[in-house]
């Protein structure tokens, strides 16, 4: 039976892994940090949380690691966890380095000393292109990152690189771009959307407002993504590899599409910081822009280029942009539902 070590349990991608590492029989063991929050819920709604080990591992802390990984010896470690709220990078950037940047060389120096032999996975972003210097971008698009966010995990990636190169460390780097699902974190743009669609349709609440809507992002499925991750690993040799679907969306269309699933006729009032989106059926503003979501440098247009993963991975999406968008509608609209019959 194989091990996996999992940093980042809690997440989204750390929950579809888990699931999906399951049943490919591996034991999954997962890295989680002390903290106020314990809640396990993306375990409990994919009907996991009593099988997985979970172990109390902090990427600040590296005796910490080097103790956990001494005892696990995993063959397969994914590093999920990051501080990966681009927002609050600006917030808390020295917290931001520490954990996605320095986190990621004292996990791959723990590895190097007891278990060099452990293949590892690095959670990288599309966020690292930041200010795109191609359209669209793969392996060799230089990055330039635009938030402390994207400037960490520029460091943590080419820290693995560096790692694989200088001890013949079996250490890759997926590049994911943006992947969404219903267990995305509320605090994600897509999450807000949808979950607070829902409350408007059930009454709790009156509108949402955003930031910028005409950014584009390249949104997947994380269930599938987390595959590709597996896939990685599994190969003869380690490389790095972009995951995406090659198409690019802005946040207004996702609201556009989001308010369809729910069951909302939208139409767009005015411009940009002063847009509104009005339900023509009921003539209420429901969406409303505000500068206050801004980010001090924006990342305008991300479209990822997967061919290398569809050709070595033989990894490809399979889920539209709107069949997501529909899937997260749905699952919200239940919660909600559920929320209000307790």
């Given at each position: 039976?194989?091990?996996?070590?999992?940093?980042?349990?809690?997440?989204?991608?750390?929950?579809?892994?888990?699931?999906?590492?399951?049943?490919?029989?591996?034991?999954?063991?997962?890295?989680?940090?002390?903290?106020?929050?314990?809640?396990?819920?993306?375990?409990?709604?994919?009907?996991?949380?009593?099988?997985?080990?979970?172990?109390?591992?902090?990427?600040?802390?590296?005796?910490?690691?080097?103790?956990?990984?001494?005892?696990?010896?995993?063959?397969?470690?994914?590093?999920?966890?990051?501080?990966?709220?681009?927002?609050?990078?600006?917030?808390?950037?020295?917290?931001?380095?520490?954990?996605?940047?320095?986190?990621?060389?004292?996990?791959?120096?723990?590895?190097?000393?007891?278990?060099?032999?452990?293949?590892?996975?690095?959670?990288?972003?599309?966020?690292?292109?930041?200010?795109?210097q191609a359209i669209p971008q793969n392996e060799k698009t230089p990055f330039y990152?635009?938030?402390?966010?994207?400037?960490?995990?520029?460091?943590?990636?080419?820290?693995?690189?560096?790692?694989?190169?200088?001890?013949?460390?079996?250490?890759?780097?997926?590049?994911?771009?943006?992947?969404?699902?219903?267990?995305?974190?509320?605090?994600?743009?897509?999450?807000?959307?949808?979950?607070?669609?829902?409350?408007?349709?059930?009454?709790?609440?009156?509108?949402?407002?955003?930031?910028?809507?005409?950014?584009?992002?390249?949104?997947?499925y994380a269930k599938e993504y987390v595959e590709g991750m597996w896939m990685m690993?599994?190969?003869?040799?380690?490389?790095?590899?972009?995951?995406?679907?090659?198409?690019?969306?802005?946040?207004?269309?996702?609201?556009?599409?989001?308010?369809?699933?729910?069951?909302?006729?939208?139409?767009?009032?005015?411009?940009?910081?002063?847009?509104?989106?009005?339900?023509?059926?009921?003539?209420?503003?429901?969406?409303?822009?505000?500068?206050?979501?801004?980010?001090?440098?924006?990342?305008?247009?991300?479209?990822?280029?997967?061919?290398?993963?569809?050709?070595?991975?033989?990894?490809?999406?399979?889920?539209?942009?709107?069949?997501?968008?529909?899937?997260?509608?749905?699952?919200?609209?239940?919660?909600?539902?559920q929320e209000l019959n307790r």
């Open positions: 039976m194989k091990v996996a070590l999992i940093t980042g349990i809690r997440g989204q991608d750390g929950a579809y892994l888990s699931k999906f590492l399951l049943e490919k029989g591996y034991r999954v063991v997962g890295a989680d940090r002390r903290s106020g929050d314990s809640s396990n819920w993306r375990l409990k709604e994919l009907g996991i949380e009593n099988e997985i080990e979970v172990v109390y591992m902090d990427l600040l802390e590296f005796d910490n690691i080097f103790r956990t990984i001494q005892k696990i010896q995993p063959d397969e470690v994914y590093n999920l966890a990051a501080q990966s709220f681009v927002a609050t990078s600006f917030e808390q950037p020295l917290l931001t380095a520490d954990v996605d940047a320095l986190g990621v060389v004292r996990l791959l120096e723990a590895l190097r000393l007891i278990k060099p032999d452990a293949k590892f996975y690095q959670a990288s972003t599309s966020e690292m292109f930041g200010k795109v990152p635009r938030s402390p966010y994207g400037v960490s995990k520029v460091f943590g990636h080419w820290i693995t690189v560096n790692y694989r190169e200088s001890y013949n460390m079996f250490a890759c780097s997926g590049i994911l771009f943006n992947h969404e699902s219903p267990l995305r974190g509320l605090e994600f743009v897509t999450r807000k959307i949808t979950y607070n669609l829902a409350q408007i349709k059930f009454g709790l609440r009156d509108k949402i407002v955003l930031g910028n809507l005409d950014a584009k992002r390249d949104w997947g690993l599994q190969q003869k040799e380690p490389d790095d590899y972009v995951l995406a679907t090659g198409e690019t969306h802005s946040i207004k269309e996702f609201v556009e599409k989001a308010c369809y699933f729910a069951g909302f006729d939208l139409e767009w009032e005015g411009k940009d910081d002063n847009l509104k989106g009005i339900d023509r059926r009921s003539g209420r503003v429901i969406v409303e822009t505000s500068k206050e979501f801004h980010r001090p440098a924006e990342v305008d247009l991300l479209i990822g280029d997967a061919s290398k993963a569809k050709r070595v991975l033989g990894w490809q999406p399979k889920t539209s942009f709107e069949k997501l968008v529909e899937i997260m509608v749905d699952a919200d609209l239940k919660r909600v539902a």
